[in-house]
């Protein structure tokens, strides 16, 4: 019966697949859910319900994004100043660190339980390809393949953050056992394990899905990945290709585009080197490794990846690439993430709810009055009542079609910008601090900051502050800083309890 209510609930979300072309294809959606993984285009259907569920408000729609995460990473005023006193309550909750009360507690239910059914949902997908004959897909072992690959890094994925925020970070040096990794499709709740085994587990699954994503992306089909149509790929125009297929045909059919929402051979490098990273020096090699591949060969030889151009960046408000959607990876799609966000956003006479902290003191070696940062002039507005409240314009509604089409609905999930990050950070801690400036400075550089590192960096330690001060330009409302502090162990910002989420009362969602 639980596995039956799992595939139907699949199927039911697929009714809701909006306008993506990739989530939105047919005969898919017509098969009975008996009957699932009798064909190709049921794996497809099932594989494109993982990502709806990641795209909800309960993930990465709000809570693991600009919600639950975000205030938690101290990116909201929460005191009882006139900027403060309009801050939603969880919001509120969130940045105390209390976790259990009666805004927050069925928030943090809700990400442990949604997080596990997903990997429930991957787990059945990969157990059914297990015997599947290749003759069952369109497109045969290429397409098996891709699923399985998808799958695998997708199961990475969602495990790797679960171990985030319910465990300790391993800079912590932490003992014991914290939470499962689940690779069955079945109720039981898993074996806790320890951090180390849990990314060990983490890392053989991406290791995995590599080969099959690089085949596929690469190899079978290159053309969705950039703008293949044109003499010369650019980066702009190769991430138009990835999210927005209208620019783009094939007789392969849309289940096959759409690449930069979806887990592709980029997106697992990059996972890749997260994970590795988070996991501590002694596995800083793997991530390099990673990184040094999307950041050597996708961005500065092929221009698969890059970053928004400026004029994209400093347009009318109307125009403008506000989420500077060219260097995302991979991203969550949620239809009807633009209008739900700016109902939270907007209180009554209004007041803001969700007023960002500290942005005047962040950005302040950066604007002195001859430079000026994109991400502020153009990324953050300010409200027009007299407290002139600072709020981030990532997802606001865009009419213009291709906005509305690739940001509008977009939660940025994985950017080269944090690949940049990573290389710098690993140049510090092998003290090549030239290295690291030059990582660094092609993110500031194209976010129009252009004081040069090189006046004020001397060594690893202000290296260190200055790639924090640029993770936060860039992961504003992302939720991306909880992971960076947590990492770091920067305890004066999130102490060592309040990085570890306490588990729901019910530790078992299937």
């Not at 595939?7 to 072309?21: H, I, P, Y």
């Not at 009360?101 to 949604?114: A, F, G, K, L």
């Not at 030059?438 to 202000?462: F, K």
Request: overall charge negative.
């Amino acid at each position: 019966m639980r596995k039956f209510l799992h595939v139907l609930s699949l199927f039911l979300l697929l009714s809701s697949a909006g306008s993506c072309g990739w989530l939105n294809v047919t005969p898919e959606n017509v098969i009975a859910q008996d009957d699932l993984f009798s064909t190709g285009y049921g794996f497809r259907n099932a594989l494109n319900g993982v990502y709806l569920k990641m795209g909800e408000n309960s993930l990465y729609g709000r809570n693991l994004s600009w919600g639950f995460l975000s205030a938690a990473a101290q990116e909201y005023v929460t005191d009882e100043s006139l900027q403060g006193m309009n801050t939603l309550q969880e919001f509120k909750d969130a940045a105390g660190f209390h976790y259990n009360s009666s805004t927050t507690e069925s928030v943090v239910q809700e990400i442990w339980d949604n997080q596990y059914s997903a990997i429930a949902n991957i787990n059945n997908i990969l157990s059914s390809l297990d015997g599947c004959p290749a003759s069952k897909f369109a497109f045969g072992d290429d397409e098996k393949n891709l699923i399985r690959g998808e799958a695998l890094a997708l199961r990475a994925y969602l495990h790797f953050d679960l171990l985030r925020l319910f465990a300790p970070a391993p800079a912590t040096s932490p003992s014991g056992v914290w939470i499962p990794y689940r690779t069955e499709f079945e109720a039981s709740a898993g074996t806790p394990l320890e951090v180390t085994a849990f990314l060990e587990r983490t890392i053989a699954d991406i290791s995995a899905a590599l080969p099959l994503l690089k085949n596929f992306d690469m190899t079978v089909h290159p053309q969705a990945m950039y703008s293949s149509m044109m003499s010369s790929a650019t980066p702009h125009w190769s991430a138009r290709y990835r999210f927005d297929s209208r620019s783009y045909i094939d007789n392969m059919g849309q289940f096959f585009w759409y690449r930069g929402w979806r887990m592709n051979y980029m997106a697992s490098l990059a996972l890749m080197a997260r994970v590795c990273f988070y996991a501590g020096k002694s596995y800083y090699p793997n991530a390099k490794l990673a990184a040094r591949e999307l950041y050597n060969d996708f961005a500065t030889s092929r221009q698969w990846l890059g970053f928004t151009p400026a004029g994209n960046i400093t347009a009318q408000s109307s125009n403008r690439f506000a989420k500077m959607s060219d260097d995302v990876i991979f991203a969550a799609y949620h239809k009807d993430l633009a209008a739900e966000y700016e109902g939270v956003l907007r209180g009554s006479n209004n007041s803001i709810r969700m007023p960002l902290d500290g942005i005047q003191e962040l950005y302040a070696s950066d604007n002195t009055g001859i430079y000026s940062d994109y991400r502020l002039a153009y990324t953050i507005s300010q409200s027009n009542a007299s407290n002139r409240t600072y709020y981030s314009r990532k997802y606001l509604v865009s009419s213009d079609q291709v906005i509305e089409s690739i940001e509008n609905p977009m939660v940025p999930l994985i950017r080269f910008s944090e690949v940049c990050h990573i290389l710098a950070e690993i140049a510090a801690s092998e003290n090549d601090v030239r290295s690291g400036i030059n990582y660094l400075e092609t993110v500031r550089r194209a976010r129009g900051a252009e004081r040069s590192l090189s006046l004020s960096v001397t060594d690893a330690a202000s290296l260190l502050d200055e790639i924090t001060l640029d993770a936060r330009k860039e992961y504003i409302c992302e939720g991306g800083m909880f992971y960076f502090y947590k990492r770091r162990a920067r305890v004066d910002i999130l102490p060592l309890d309040a990085a570890v989420l306490p588990l729901p009362k019910s530790e078992n969602p299937l």
